[in-house]
């Protein structure tokens, strides 16, 4: 079992760590999670720099000063302190947060949001590595497997990227994605 189809789904927001654990048969549940946390503590060792500063909001930017707080607010402030502490691992936060639907976006898409990335730099830059493998391979294998008609005697000197090049135009071309640009 690849630990990559686990961890994708582990990093859909709507599954997590608890789709596994509520899911798979038993014999499954325990090597799974033990490939995607030794996946995870590759990517926790990545040294990554993390903003410092909050991106320029024009609505921050005019608000005015804040006020002092009353006794109100300062026991509201208290009562949103989350139960659970949070700990020092960002896949282990990731895992007891609240499950959400990413909705028609995906998952992918919910990890490009500025909130997730500064929430979780590490975490979101394995969902984004893991997430953008495409689900199967036909169409790549298909447009370059005509390259072997392509890679002549005559032409056996041409660069790699110049083969990459001339492949693709040709399968946009046939595809009719050239025309909608011309």
């Known amino acids: 079992m690849s630990p990559i189809y686990a961890a994708a789904l582990i990093l859909n927001p709507k599954r997590r760590t608890r789709y596994i654990q509520a899911n798979w048969k038993r014999e499954w549940r325990e090597p799974a999670l033990e490939s995607v946390q030794a996946l995870w503590e590759t990517y926790r060792e990545i040294k990554i720099p993390i903003p410092t500063t909050t991106p320029f909001s024009y609505e921050k930017h005019n608000q005015k000063e804040p006020k002092e707080l009353n006794a109100f607010s300062r026991i509201a402030l ?11 691992d960002e896949y282990e936060d990731y895992n007891i947060a609240e499950s959400y639907d990413p909705g028609t976006n995906g998952a992918l898409a919910w990890w490009y949001q500025d909130t997730q990335r500064q929430r979780w730099p590490r975490l979101s830059l394995m969902a984004i590595d893991i997430l953008s493998i495409p689900a199967m391979s036909d169409e790549p294998e298909r447009v370059f497997s005509g390259a072997r008609r392509t890679v002549t005697w005559d032409k056996g000197q041409m660069v790699p990227e110049t083969m990459e090049w001339r492949e693709c135009l040709k399968h946009w071309k046939r595809s009719g994605i050239l025309d909608t640009f011309l």
């Open 78 to 88: 208290t009562l949103d302190v989350q139960a659970r502490p949070a700990s020092q």
